[in-house]
């Protein structure tokens, strides 16, 4: 009689599972500050490079869609002749490669890096990136830095870091 009550069970079409909870947004999250320093030989003399950045909470910060706020980054590209005076020093946000975003971008992207790549006969190159925090989703940038300090921002169609000639380049200030 047993064996016959367990096979007469009824069947459930009850799926158990847990209930999604919508994440909150905790307080506004910064990156690591970081400091990285690259000597490098251009035009037969010794230079270094350091690139500086640093969360900047008076920048305008940015939300995602739960309404996360993040900080965003103000870096600072500091070039340095051998013998201690200043070649090139300048402070960057994402403002200053604006020409080169989208409108998504603008609105809910930070600053997330700029790195060295290296001195080609007439300029410092870096590559840079402008992120949705917390994601792998950003647009590539190449900045270049001219013999008389002139800056260049283009977008890096060759996602390639080792730098090449890129006819989209723009001059600012």
Known sequence: GVVAACSN?????????TKYVKPKPQGPISMENTSVTKEFKWADRNYSCLVERTADDSLPM????????????RIKVTIARAYGS??????????????????DYRETGILEGL?????EPNEVRFTASVSHPQTDEYIP?????????????????????????????????
């Open 141 to 173: 940038l190449v900045m270049s830095v001219n013999r008389t300090g002139s800056v260049s921002i283009a977008r890096d169609t060759q996602m390639d870091t080792s730098g090449g000639d890129n006819d989209e380049m723009v001059e600012e200030e």
């Open 62 to 73: 940015v939300k995602d869609e739960i309404g996360q706020q993040f900080v965003d980054n």
């Open 9 to 17: 069970k009824k069947k459930s079409n009850d799926i158990i599972t």
């Open 115 to 119: 790195v060295f790549v290296g001195a």
């Open 86 to 103: 200043t070649f090139f020093q300048r402070e960057f946000t994402k403002k200053d490669f604006d020409s080169q975003l989208d409108d």
